[in-house]
T-cell receptor, first 113, second 110 residues
Framework: SAVISQKPSRDICQRGTSLTIQCQVD?????MFWYRQQPGQSLTLIATANQGSEATYESGFVIDKFPISRPNLTFSTLTVSNMSPEDSSIYLC??????????FGPGTRLTVL | QKEVEQNSGPLSVPEGAIASLNCTYS??????FFWYRQYSGKSPELIMSIYSNGDKEDGRFTAQLNKASQYVSLLIRDSQPSDSATYLC??????????FGTGTQLKVEL
């Protein structure tokens, strides 16, 4: 299974600012994903990070708010732009495995004041 | 809309008992099925995957899949306090995107 790291592990940010979250995988993977998990709730897929092309966003998520980069097969970033308190959440990246499974990073806990 | 349903619990079982966690899904085209364990404050950890009808065993865990009934379950034998966590059922169709259930909270009591 892939080993995934995320930075930062947590952050407290002011309203109106932006935060970029980094996700690093220890091996090359075709598929990387970004999720949001609100307290006490399940995971919601934000987008699929595609290497060499634009990310594919799920309904309710837009590129202007959540720009994603995927410069190579081991790294991706998610930016949360123009933050509001409603963006306070845990953001998780995952890497796709050989048989459709996904392996998750430790998450980034974001608090917006 | 593809849905994955789980009883939110909490499901309480005594130590040493069998815990039975259930999940139903709406998309008949679903092909891959997973169980993740999530401890409080941690990220989901893959514990079981199953792709064909029947049972799959791995240590104290058994996953069961019935595609005709659109039902997948997880049995945990000899439950331990360390098994106390939220268990997430996840399903995927022909692509790689996972749809997660809301999770079942399991409490194993001494």
């Amino acid at each position: 299974s892939a080993v995934i790291s995320q930075k930062p592990s947590r952050d407290i940010c002011q309203r109106g600012t932006s935060l970029t979250i980094q996700c690093q995988v220890d091996s090359q993977v075709t598929m990387m994903f970004w999720y949001r998990q609100q307290p006490g709730q399940s995971l919601t897929l934000i987008a699929t990070a595609n290497q060499g092309s634009e990310a594919t966003y799920e309904s309710g998520f837009v590129i202007d708010k959540f720009p994603i980069s995927r410069p190579n097969l081991t790294f991706s970033t998610l930016t949360v732009s123009n933050m509001s308190p409603e963006d306070s959440s845990i953001y998780l990246c995952s890497a796709g495995g050989t048989y459709n499974e996904q392996f998750f990073g430790p998450g980034t806990r974001l608090t917006v004041l | 809309q593809k849905e994955v349903e789980q009883n939110s619990g909490p499901l309480s079982v005594p130590e040493g008992a069998i815990a039975s966690l259930n999940c139903t899904y709406s998309d008949r085209g679903s092909q891959s099925f997973f169980w993740y364990r999530q401890y409080s404050g941690k990220s989901p950890e893959l514990i079981m995957s199953i792709y064909s009808n029947g049972d799959k065993e791995d240590g104290r865990f058994t996953a069961q899949l019935n595609k005709a009934s659109q039902y997948v379950s997880l049995l945990i034998r000899d439950s331990q306090p360390s098994d106390s966590a939220t268990y997430l059922c996840a399903v995927t169709g022909g692509g790689n995107k996972l749809t997660f259930g809301t999770g079942t909270q399991l409490k194993v009591e001494l």
